[in-house]
T-cell receptor, first 109, second 117 residues
Framework: QKEVEQDPGPLSVPEGAIVSLNCTYS??????FMWYRQYSRKGPELLMY????GNKEDGRFTAQVDKSSKYISLFIRDSQPSDSATYLC?????????FGTGTSLTVIP | GAVVSQHPSWVICKSGTSVKIECRSL??????MFWYRQFPKQSLMLMAT?????????EQGVEKDKFLINHASLTLSTLTVTSAHPEDSSFYIC?????????????FGPGTRLTVL
């Protein structure tokens, strides 16, 4: 069983839609949960992170962690064409990172 | 945020030659840096973990004699692809780890696209 499972997509939505990106994981030791955004031909950039269970909001982005079900989500409200990218979840123990395969998102104007 | 740079951003070389890629943390010191490889439309594949002042730790299946890693200072790690072949063509990305608030953050470089002819 992989440490992190993420649907690779691709996911295509119209501009203004609410986007839900999800990962599941198997390791109970994960304490920190990061989301990275990677534009084509660029390195990943840290988008946001949460510690343990709960929600964290940053502008149009909300990260949600449910440790009981080992489920991680990233919601994007009022999606924009500039949000078109690959989104990678990356839970980690505090010392070691594990990356999901990434979900490719396209927001259509 | 923390900035990590990579040089060169892209390189084309002939088969059999060696290519060196530099990864620098510009505004923080990084005891640990990571090297990843990414094929088109695929996720990051960790190649090795580079620790300042010690030998790198390679992931299973990664040839350490082919992918030489040196982490000579707290702000610089280099990856040398020796005797490159077309199958080594890929996008190489480094990241540098910063400890903040008791946990580790990883910041990625912009990547280096290697094409071996």
């Amino acid at each position: 069983q992989k440490e992190v499972e993420q649907d690779p997509g691709p996911l295509s939505v119209p501009e203004g839609a609410i986007v839900s990106l999800n990962c599941t994981y198997s390791n109970s030791a994960f304490q920190y949960f990061m989301w990275y955004r990677q534009y084509s031909r660029k390195g990943p950039e840290l988008l946001m992170y949460t510690y343990s269970s709960g929600n964290k909001e940053d502008g149009r982005f909300t990260a949600q962690v449910d440790k009981s079900s080992k489920y991680i989500s990233l919601f994007i409200r009022d999606s924009q064409p500039s949000d078109s990218a690959t989104y990678l979840c990356a839970p980690h123990t505090g010392n070691q990172f594990y990356f999901g395969t990434g979900t490719s998102l396209t927001v259509i104007p | 945020g923390a900035v990590v740079s990579q040089h060169p951003s892209w390189v084309i070389c002939k088969s059999g030659t060696s290519v060196k890629i530099e990864c620098r943390s510009l505004d923080f010191q990084a005891t640990t840096m990571f090297w990843y490889r990414q094929f088109p439309k695929q996720s990051l594949m960790l190649m090795a973990t580079s620790n300042e002042g010690s030998k790198a730790t390679y992931e299973q299946g990664v040839e350490k004699d082919k992918f030489l890693i040196n982490h000579a200072s707290l702000t610089l790690s280099t990856l040398t692809v020796t005797s490159a072949h077309p199958e080594d063509s890929s996008f190489y990305i480094c990241s540098a780890e910063r400890t903040s608030g008791g946990y580790n953050e990883q910041f990625f470089g912009p990547g280096t696209r290697l094409t071996v002819l």
